[in-house]
Antibody, heavy 123, light 107 residues
Framework: QVQLVESGGGVVQPGRSLRLSCAAS????????MHWVRQAPGKGLEWVAV????????HYADSVKGRFTISRDNSNNILYLQMNSLRAEDTAVYYC????????????????WGQGTLVTVST | EIVMTQSPATLSMSAGERATLSCRAS??????LAWYQQKPGQAPRLLIY???TRATGIPARFSGSGSGTAFTLTISSLQSEDFAIYYC?????????FGQGTILEIK
């Protein structure tokens, strides 16, 4: 069965960096475009970034562009989110999610989600 | 950026009733719209994609319709497990975007 397990969250000071990981199993990771979505405490969902199955195409939300970098290791079935220059407003649960369409360069809907990892940006 | 607006913010209904949730896009998203259900402390779950296609394992009481800028999620006869928050998401243009959610609560 499809499993996505996020890790790397924690408490970090404003301006610092953090890298999230998402370990994937139960499907052919290298065939799947992957996404990061976040949810601030008590708030709705915010799409963050997408990376195509082959790592060639990526897009970001305006709120994180230039600060966050999405990447993947298809040999080890891991998705990453490098977060730099963190701000208080980046505090959220971060979910990785699989795209519902294989071999897509642009991404579509999200058919499987991890349980999320909490990032808290605070002094 | 395409802004997704859901209405109502909260819907109070009883089990067995029919629920209709709305989602509007600031620009056309064609049929590139999905619906998700989220329960407290859980990750979202995909319900509907491509406006009207049910995801694997989703009961037939869930249906989606619409096109362009106006979309609807209908739950034909509410079950106790359906009380949750529902989000729409457009994937027609980057950045992809979600609506703010509709809370479906027990009356």
């Amino acid at each position: 069965q499809v499993q996505l397990v996020e890790s790397g969250g924690g408490v970090v000071q404003p301006g610092r960096s953090l890298r999230l990981s998402c370990a994937a199993s139960g499907f052919t990771f290298s065939d799947s475009t992957m996404h990061w979505v976040r949810q601030a405490p008590g708030k709705g969902l915010e799409w963050v970034a997408v990376l195509s199955f082959d790592g060639r195409n990526k897009h970001y939300a305006d709120s994180v562009k230039g600060r966050f970098t999405i990447s993947r290791d298809n040999s080890n079935n891991i998705l990453y989110l490098q977060m730099n220059s963190l701000r208080a407003e980046d505090t959220a649960v971060y979910y990785c999610a699989r795209d519902g369409v294989t071999f897509t360069w642009y991404g579509e809907y999200l058919d499987y989600w991890g349980q999320g990892t909490l990032v808290t940006v605070s002094t | 950026e395409i802004v997704m607006t859901q209405s109502p913010a909260t819907l109070s209904m009883s089990a067995g009733e029919r629920a209709t949730l709305s989602c509007r896009a600031s620009h056309s998203v064609s049929s590139n719209l999905a619906w998700y259900q989220q329960k407290p402390g859980q990750a979202p779950r995909l319900l509907i994609y491509s406006t009207s296609t049910r995801a694997t394992g989703i009961p037939a009481r869930f249906s989606g319709s619409g096109s362009g800028t106006a979309f609807t999620l209908t739950i034909s006869s509410l079950q106790s497990e359906d009380f949750a928050i529902y989000y729409c998401q457009q994937y027609n243009d980057w950045p992809y975007s979600f609506g703010q959610g509709t809370i479906l609560e027990i009356k």
